[in-house]
């Protein structure tokens, strides 16, 4: 049986916690529990140690006739995902379901602060610092240091490229680094080219910084989603991540705002203008929660570094998991690059369809093209900090957006919903801007709505989590695979359809976003598609077993001799 010590016990000296791998206590076994599924017969394989969860086999199996089934059920995401049963337990105004524990209710809390509360603040300085260079550039940016033409959006496609090319390596570091260090360290590298950007003399010398804090950032959005897929179960990790969302959202807000406080307080104090002290700025405060980070971030259930969580609730959690049918270790040893890993990813229909899905998701937005900045400054009846201001308006709209958006996907227990009401407005909004030749009230309603497009990225991420779920280290490689082509497709399309010279009217670009839109709505019914056909394929894991009406037949055969099988041990 392992030792369990208090959690400040295992404090080492400096700022890193010790690390932990919790093992299960020996005789614990309930063996009256456990029915839906268990995959792993392997003694050596963490889910084999789980102990059994605390529903029996009749209460948990539920027998379906394939006759039952009507041609709407398809829009029905949780068909085969949950038993009518556990379904039963959710109701979309609780904020948890009805059977979770005391003890479940205190680790999700805990979670949320340690997991989600962080990832806010982290990816809140992450934007800070890739959108400040839009406020830069209206700042004064330009003209002191000679910027013109394109120099802009070629500018924003270094970072791209940055953050495209070092996302690579975390296909491997995803699922075997702890996370719990490679992220603060990463934050704080990337502060420190935010820093060096305040000293650009010319334009060559802020690309190479804006190079490298995208180098540094590039796995930031991932690994957290990462992260939330390893700790949360199927209609709790939405508004999770939507929490975590929020950050690009204030990232955007406040870059405006601090810009403006910046320009009308600090600039040429020093002898430094507004914009230079903007980078500086950023750059404290990203270091700051890079430090937070080596305490906050929990790792993940496999081995968990948190000082703030028990064993008794890292056993829990993966208690939860196992629940949820998410596994957080590999049912085989393999290596990175085993041929049936790789044969596994690019044979099944996940790699592809998820990441067409992610482009489309990637390029239904215009907000990081500066259109709206651009626009309010040819205006010209604003003042520099005016403009500032006025850019926090189109985020704080989408942070609105984006709560509704995460809490209807998971409290209504439908993400295809959720995804389409997202991009309505989107596409309206970018409708009327392609137009352009509109009244200015219209332009002003459209350019509010840029930020409604994002709001269905949380759900989006969440579903590939679990549509990943049985194998972290597939889901890990997937995860990359689809954001590394989103993020290049961004990359080389910027640089066509947003045209610095073309602003404030971007008709390729205005029409580009809401056909992308539009489409990330109609293939988001190919994703529901194949994402029922698998957990219909599945169905006996999830405690759902299919019988067809020809001589009463078990569908799900597979799942059932499984299920029989746990049973009888």
């Given amino acids: 049986m392992s030792c369990v010590l208090t959690p400040w016990s295992r404090l080492k000296w400096g700022i890193f916690p010790v690390e932990r791998v919790v093992e299960e206590p020996q005789g614990s076994e309930d063996r009256s529990t456990h029915v839906v599924y268990s995959k792993e017969k392997d003694s050596e394989s963490f889910a084999s140690q789980t102990e059994s969860l605390e529903?029996?086999?009749?209460?948990?199996?539920?027998?379906?006739?394939?006759?039952?089934?009507?041609?709407?059920?398809?829009f029905d995401e949780y068909e085969f995902r949950q038993s009518k049963k556990v379904r039963s337990t959710h109701k979309w105004y609780h904020w948890f379901n009805e059977n979770d524990t005391p003890a479940e209710k205190k680790l999700i809390l805990k979670l949320d602060v340690l997991l989600c509360f962080y990832s806010m603040m982290a990816y809140w300085v992450k934007y800070l610092d890739q959108t400040n260079l839009n406020n830069a550039y209206v700042s004064g940016l330009k003209e002191s240091i000679d910027m013109k033409g394109n120099d802009l959006v070629h500018t924003q496609a270094v970072f791209t490229v940055g953050a495209i090319v070092f996302q690579i390596p975390f296909m491997y570091?995803?699922?075997?680094?702890?996370?719990?260090?490679?992220?603060?360290?990463?934050d704080i590298?990337?502060?420190?080219?935010?820093?060096g950007s305040y000293k650009a003399t010319n334009v060559p010398h802020l690309q190479a910084m804006r190079f490298f804090v995208g180098v540094f950032e590039a796995p930031g959005y991932l690994a957290y989603q990462y992260l939330f897929g390893s700790w949360y179960k199927v209609d709790e990790i939405t508004r999770r991540s939507m929490v975590y969302y929020i950050g690009q959202y204030l990232g955007v807000l406040t870059s405006g705002l601090l810009q403006a406080s910046i320009y009308n307080s600090l600039n040429m104090v020093n002898g430094l203008e507004g914009w230079r002290w903007m980078f500086i700025i950023d750059a404290i405060i990203s270091f700051a929660v890079g430090i937070i980070g080596f305490y906050a971030i929990p790792g993940t259930p496999k081995q968990?570094?948190?000082?703030?969580?028990?064993?008794?609730?890292?056993?829990?959690?993966?208690?939860?998991?196992n629940k949820n049918n998410t596994a957080i270790d590999v049912t085989e040893q393999r290596s990175f690059f085993d041929k049936k890993l790789w044969k596994k990813v690019f044979t099944s229909w996940h790699v592809y369809v998820l990441t067409l899905w992610n482009i489309f998701c990637w390029n239904?937005?215009?907000?990081?093209?500066?259109?709206?900045l651009l626009w309010l400054k040819s205006l010209k009846r604003y003042s520099v900090g005016k403009v500032n201001q006025l850019s926090a308006a189109t985020p704080a709209v989408g942070i609105l957006w984006l709560i509704l958006t995460g809490c209807y996907a998971d409290l209504f227990h439908s993400r295809w919903q959720a995804i389409i009401w997202s991009q309505v407005l989107n596409i309206i909004g970018n409708v009327i801007l392609a137009v352009w030749y509109v009244p200015e009230g219209a332009k002003w309603f459209a350019f509010i709505l840029q930020y409604t497009g994002w709001a269905m990225a949380p759900v989006l991420y969440s579903w590939m989590n679990d549509i990943c779920r049985e194998d972290p280290q597939y889901?890990?490689?997937?995860?990359?695979?689809?954001?590394?082509?989103?993020?290049?497709?961004v990359a080389w399309i910027s640089v066509l359809v947003w045209k610095t010279v073309e602003a404030p009217r971007y008709l390729k670009g205005f029409t580009f976003t809401a056909c992308s839109a539009f489409s990330l709505s109609v293939w988001t019914f190919v994703v529901l598609y194949y994402y029922k056909r698998q957990e219909r394929q599945n169905a006996a894991k999830n405690g759902i077993i299919l019988v067809s009406d020809d001589h009463n037949e078990i569908e799900n055969a597979h799942g059932a001799e499984e299920i029989d099988e746990v049973n009888r041990s």
């Fill in 189 to 195: 590298c990337w502060s420190c080219f935010t820093l």
């Fill in 475 to 489: 889901r890990a490689i997937i995860l990359v695979i689809m954001n590394i082509m989103a993020q290049t497709s």
């Fill in 304 to 321: 968990c570094y948190s000082i703030f969580l028990t064993d008794e609730e890292i056993l829990l959690a993966r208690k939860r998991l």
């Fill in 364 to 372: 239904n937005n215009n907000g990081t093209s500066g259109a709206y």
């Fill in 173 to 186: 570091i995803l699922y075997k680094v702890p996370l719990s260090y490679v992220l603060p360290i990463l």
């Fill in 55 to 74: 529903s029996s086999p009749s209460d948990t199996i539920e027998y379906r006739r394939s006759s039952d089934r009507k041609w709407y059920h398809f």
